[in-house]
């Protein structure tokens, strides 16, 4: 589990509490304002080569909705309070999203495989707080 490049959970398989991402620094974001997430270098989000069912997703939720919640099973932001914002397959660079149009703070959760040289990483989640005005 990472926040941005700083990783904020050693343990994929969980638990993992959301604390740990509302404790950190926040990123500045305009409401709408787009947002571009990259994959790692030498990396890209995608599925394809694994052929795996599921790919890449962006997940939104309020960051007060997360405060205590503790994720158990590796699953995520769970579904209630998320909003997808974007989702694929891959092989993907780079993600394009909209920060939320409304002013507060946020938890941007990207769930992705990565993918390089023909093999496929499953189960990794990156993390950032976004403070909208």
Partial sequence: MFYGTAAVGGDQCGPFLFD???????????????????????????????????????????AEN??????????????KPARTLASGRGPDKTIHVRAPSTAGDFVLQVSAPVARDGWTFAGAFWYWLIRVH
């Fill in 66 to 79: 997360l405060r205590g919640v503790r994720d158990d099973q590796a699953a995520g932001i769970p579904a």
């Fill in 20 to 62: 740990a991402v509302l404790r950190s620094t926040p990123v500045s974001a305009s409401a709408g304002q787009p947002i571009t997430i990259t994959a790692p270098s030498t990396y890209a989000f995608s599925v394809i080569d694994a052929d795996l069912a599921v790919g890449w997703s962006v997940e939104v939720a309020p």
